[in-house]
T-cell receptor, first 113, second 115 residues
Framework: DAKTTQPNSMESNEEEPVHLPCNHSTISGTDYIHWYRQLPSQGPEYVIHGLTSNVNNRMASLAIAEDRKSSTLILHRATLRDAAVYYCILRDVIIQGAQKLVFGQGTRLTINP | DTEVTQTPKHLVMGMTNKKSLKCEQHMGHRAMYWYKQKAKKPPELMFVYSYEKLSINESVPSRFSPECPNSSLLNLHLHALQPEDSALYLC??????????????FGQGTRLTVV
């Protein structure tokens, strides 16, 4: 399983941008980079994914390095509701159309009011 | 409807009991998953089903027995569990996509305590 490395924890202030880094030096050419987050007492929820180009959606932006060995999830204006554990995942093997998502340790994001 | 519904939300069972966890989705997803999550740890993949067939078993002990009776339903049958099996059990589903580009939807989980 392709591995990712993230800082254990990060802290930011409300209404400021947050940059969450992820290293994935063993990424293969066909691996998609997925980000999920898990709010307290909830199941994980999808945030964003990308392959090579930077991606934006209503929740966040994903910046992918040119060599694809690292990526950064960007929350443009953090709110208290963004406090969660953020997981960077390399979408692994596809078995008959089902994707194998293997979670790493993740980054626990704390947002200060 | 973009929900994955898991029942029960909480379950306490003895080591000699037999119980089942249930997961349901009506998004037409043909891939479904079971994960186990211990406190302060990331979710660990247990089983993957594709088109109602077991595709991946991550060397899970036989006291956990998954079942996918139809495309909307996924069960996890539990028998002779140990206290260390106490955890949050998460179910997920995703569209059947050969490029794996699409998101997985997770339920809220069943909090299992084995006594």
């Amino acid at each position: 399983d392709a591995k990712t490395t993230q800082p254990n924890s990060m802290e930011s202030n409300e209404e400021e941008p947050v940059h969450l880094p992820c290293n994935h030096s063993t990424i293969s050419g066909t691996d998609y980079i997925h980000w999920y987050r898990q709010l307290p007492s909830q199941g994980p929820e999808y945030v964003i994914h990308g392959l090579t180009s930077n991606v934006n959606n209503r929740m966040a932006s994903l910046a992918i390095a040119e060599d694809r060995k690292s990526s950064t999830l960007i929350l443009h204006r953090a709110t208290l509701r963004d406090a969660a554990v953020y997981y960077c995942i390399l979408r692994d093997v596809i078995i008959q159309g089902a994707q194998k998502l293997v979670f790493g340790q993740g980054t626990r994001l704390t947002i200060n009011p | 409807d973009t929900e994955v519904t898991q029942t029960p939300k909480h379950l306490v069972m003895g080591m000699t009991n037999k119980k089942s966890l249930k997961c349901e989705q009506h998004m037409g997803h043909r891939a479904m998953y079971w994960y186990k999550q211990k406190a302060k740890k990331p979710p660990e993949l247990m089983f993957v089903y594709s088109y109602e067939k077991l595709s991946i078993n991550e060397s899970v002990p036989s006291r956990f027995s998954p079942e996918c009776p139809n495309s909307s339903l996924l069960n996890l049958h539990l028998h002779a569990l140990q206290p260390e099996d106490s955890a949050l059990y998460l179910c997920a589903s995703s569209p059947h996509d050969r490029q794996g580009r699409t998101e997985a939807f997770f339920g809220q989980g069943t909090r299992l305590t084995v006594v």
